[in-house]
């Protein structure tokens, strides 16, 4: 990308400052190549200076998204008919192609950063061909969002394991076991050029005949996952559904937990306590994404599982909040629910408690201090990454508007504008009109 050719002044917004919950009016937000360069008083604006001029007309302009959780390379519900079927039908080189699309999707929607965490197939771990939609995106060959990938350590047997049937035939390397062989697997994703190491201390909800309590590994091979990523600079993210996993990922210094369906007093006090993030990921425990989970072919066993730990996990987030657990914005959006829909998951988060500006904080600074990229993203101040959208309407007043792909009118990340809605322009990320591509596995 050419940024010398990039001056773009963006006028007449409400801005929304995440750093605070406040709204900033009579400011021009100035871009040059791809940061903020400075955001000035309108008085002092001059027009003939700058090569592009943004009229936001009153319209929000906040942080590009960012989702901390999820797995775009899974057989998602908009574009696979039963993912049962899809795993031993599709190879890995189009699932590949599948997990651009799905990341695609999402930058549509206005997320500009998301947190891949990852996927094992019958034919090994998928690390390298995320991986590499990851770099296509960052060389410039499709338009997407900006991609920190997940390898994964994990035990035989683990949940993570247990995403592929227990019949299937494994490729030697897909687990570990022990802190040593845990180690070089480990060391074995980075070498691939993961962000990102991701591990699991217990059971799950999506997975066929496991319950969620089960120790997935010991304290001892957990620390060895999380010293390893740490060593190589880079985020350790663990798998917790109960306190005992919690305590561990804490005690093993993880940087982020996922999920945590089931807690305790003193587990979340070691949480607060470190200023551990979790990503409470609530769009996967609704009841629309356990319908879609039933319609896609998820034996009954699963199902009634979802079912049963839903409350737990609204309880729990309320929990976290009222408790001060640093909260960042996941998903999980995998299998369920659809892809591009990541924004109900603030919904969610209201419904449950937060005010809207601060469901907005969870998915922009609190991301981006979760996934330790706070020093370039997820607030709108001078020097930081121009990834900006421009909303239809107030979404510090309303989450929901932002579910709705006609009011993100522009997604713009590094400065260049990628999406466009506004009046007269019809730019979008996908090559493709929602709905007519065609379901490969349909039977």
């Keep these: 990308m050419n940024y010398n050719s990039i001056m773009i002044a963006i006028t007449n917004s409400r801005i929304f400052n995440s750093i605070n919950k406040s709204i900033i009016e009579n400011k021009v937000i100035i871009i040059k ?149 845990l180690r070089k697997q480990t060391r074995e994703n980075l070498r691939t050029g993961v962000d990102v190491v991701k591990t699991c201390a217990s059971g799950g909800g999506g997975t066929d005949k496991e319950e969620p309590d089960i120790i997935n590994m010991t304290q001892e091979e957990i620390n060895a996952i999380v010293d390893e990523a740490h060593n190589f600079h880079k985020i ?84 976290m909040r009222d408790k001060g657990v640093n909260i960042a914005m996941g998903t999980d959006l995998g299998f369920d629910p659809e892809m591009g829909t990541n924004a109900k998951e603030l919904e969610i988060y209201v419904d449950l408690g937060m005010d809207n500006a601060e469901a907005l904080q969870t998915t922009t600074i609190n991301a981006a201090r979760a996934i330790k990229l706070d020093k370039i993203i997820g607030s709108i101040e001078v020097g930081k990454i121009a990834d900006l959208i421009m909303v239809n309407g107030q979404p510090d007043k309303d989450v929901k508007i932002l579910q709705k792909k006609e009011n993100i009118e522009i997604v713009m990340k590094e400065g260049k504008i990628e999406v466009d809605r506004r009046d007269g322009n019809n730019k979008s990320a996908l090559s493709v009109i929602p709905g007519d591509w065609k379901i490969p596995d349909y039977l």
């Design 236 to 319: 350790a993210a663990v798998h917790c559904f109960t306190p005992n996993a919690q305590k561990m990922s804490v005690k093993a210094g993880a940087d982020t937990i996922e999920h945590m369906v089931f807690t305790d007093d003193e587990a979340l006090q070691m949480i607060v306590d470190s200023g551990t993030y979790v990503t409470p990921t609530l769009s996967h425990r609704t009841d629309h994404a356990i319908d879609i989970r039933r319609n896609i072919g998820t034996p009954e066993f699963t199902l009634k599982k979802m079912k049963k730990i839903q409350p737990y996990a609204f309880e729990t987030f309320q929990k």
């Design 33 to 181: 190549e791809n940061l903020i360069e400075k955001i000035i008083p309108k008085e002092e604006f001059k027009l003939k200076e700058y090569k592009t001029v943004i009229d936001a007309n009153g319209k929000t302009i906040m942080p590009g998204m960012i989702d901390c959780h999820l797995h775009t390379a899974m057989f998602n519900c908009m574009t696979f008919h039963n993912f049962r079927v899809a795993q031993w039908e599709i190879r890995p080189e189009l699932q590949q192609m599948y997990s651009l699309f799905h990341s695609q999707m999402c930058f549509d929607m206005g997320f500009t950063t998301l947190r891949d965490l990852g996927l094992a197939t019958s034919r090994g771990l998928l690390t390298a061909e995320i991986c590499a939609v990851r770099d296509s995106i960052d060389l410039g060959l499709f338009p997407g969002p900006r991609m920190l990938v997940a390898g994964w350590s994990h035990i035989t047997g683990s949940h993570l394991d247990l995403i592929m049937p227990r019949a299937a035939i494994r490729p030697k390397d897909s687990t570990a076991d022990g802190p040593y062989e």
